[in-house]
């Protein structure tokens, strides 16, 4: 049986993805914020609704939100909540962005909902769960050689500004099967599906990601920083793979 929580996060994925769905190709207008980053009402109209419907039920708990900011970071159940990520695609009417709902419980990621209303994908997972896409349980893969894997990227910046490291990926890159570049939400429950095996990322931020490991990790597979270290907030880094993948992925981006 869903949690409460699971149902209430679910309830709030769709309420967004209402607001996402009517304002998607409208012309919206942007603004670049203080980062860099675009943003646009319906980045600000999907949060307070998320926002509305999570402290509804579960007024104590934290928020960590995009656009409306933090509210008490120490409770022991924070969410943690992205409304559109993808806004470049979502203002280029490109149907790659999605609502990133998580919580985090006393310090660990234990919730997550990937609700991508233009693809037409919903995915949730919760600790102990399983995972989800569109009602039915899903599975990483079962490919065992580099070889034999698909390799997905997708921020590759700050990968690529590292001799080192662009040179470690390039040789990985050389020993995998096939090379893609899905990005954001779309690779990770490519992922968690078992359409490919292994995604590398090295510039994300943690509310791009937290629901995305949850669903990873529920479906069989190993979710963690680019240096094998685990997922917390400050984590910028990704490298998501199937159970057997991860440990050669990992040491291959480490020689």
């Not at 319906?42 to 900011?69: H, K, M, N, S």
């Not at 490109?94 to 998580?102: E, G, K, L």
């Not at 990968?159 to 040789?171: D, N």
Request: with cysteine; aromatic share 8%; hydrophobic share 45%.
């Amino acid at each position: 049986m869903p949690s409460p929580e699971l149902e209430c996060a679910l309830e709030a994925a769709r309420a967004a993805a209402e607001i996402a769905s009517r304002l998607y190709r409208s012309n919206i207008a942007v603004r670049i914020k203080e980062d860099r980053t675009p943003v646009t009402e319906a980045d600000v109209q999907c949060e307070r609704a998320i926002r509305a419907v999570l402290e509804a039920q579960f007024p104590d708990y934290g928020f960590y939100g995009e656009e409306t900011g933090q509210r008490a970071m120490n409770a022991e159940y924070v969410w943690l909540v992205d409304p559109i990520d993808g806004t470049k695609s979502f203002v280029r009417d490109c149907p790659f962005f999605s609502t990133q709902i998580a919580l985090r419980r006393a310090g660990k990621l234990v919730l997550g909902v990937s609700s991508a209303p233009a693809y037409g994908e919903l995915a949730w997972a919760e600790q102990g769960g399983g995972a989800f896409l569109n009602g039915e349980p899903i599975r990483v893969s079962q490919v065992g050689a580099l070889s034999e894997a698909i390799l997905s990227t997708g921020n590759l910046k700050t990968l690529a500004a590292s001799i080192v490291g662009w040179r470690r990926f390039g040789t990985l890159v050389g020993r995998v099967n096939r090379l893609r570049g899905y990005g954001d939400f779309v690779h990770y429950h490519l992922l968690a599906r078992g359409a490919l095996d292994v995604v590398l990322e090295s510039d994300v931020n943690i509310l791009d990601i937290a629901a995305l490991s949850v669903i990873v990790t529920e479906s069989g597979g190993i979710f963690t920083a680019l240096d094998g270290g685990e997922i917390d907030l400050d984590t910028t880094t990704v490298l998501a793979a199937n159970a057997t993948l991860h440990a050669p992925v990992l040491a291959a981006m480490r020689e």
